[in-house]
Nanobody
Framework: QVQLMESGGGLVQAGGSLRLSCAAS????????VRWYRQAPGKERELVAS???????TYGDFVRGRFTISRNSTGNSFYLQMNSLEPGDSAVYYC?????????????WGRGTQVTVSA
């Protein structure tokens, strides 16, 4: 069983930067994909960024080159570097890990970290 914990959220002014971290209780080196999602009040959860075990990345259209997803070499943590933050980026950010066991995927989620961007 893997437990994930996000950190690094907070209050920042527009144009500022934050680096979110997702720490796993165990190794996630064998994860097939790691992802960041976000959910703002009254809105659906949306994909921010994903990184596969082959190094392929995907970003939400709203990212527009401002965010970067990465993971550390030990495989226990991954990150979301967010630059040029805008008020519209305010949301709870969640990390997610996907791992396939034969033909069955399993997902683990963190509890989220709040990001608030002031105008």
């Amino acid at each position: 069983q893997v437990q994930l914990m996000e950190s690094g959220g907070g209050l920042v002014q527009a144009g500022g930067s934050l680096r979110l971290s997702c720490a796993a209780s165990g190794s996630i080196a064998n994860a097939n994909a790691v992802r960041w999602y976000r959910q703002a009040p009254g809105k659906e959860r949306e994909l921010v960024a994903s990184l596969t075990d082959r190094g392929a990345t995907t970003y939400g259209d709203f990212v527009r080159g401002r965010f970067t997803i990465s993971r550390n070499s030990t495989g226990n943590s991954f990150y979301l570097q967010m630059n040029s933050l805008e008020p519209g980026d305010s949301a709870v950010y969640y990390c997610d890990v996907e791992r396939w066991f034969s033909t069955t995927p399993q997902y683990w989620w963190g509890r989220g970290t709040q990001v608030t961007v002031s105008a």
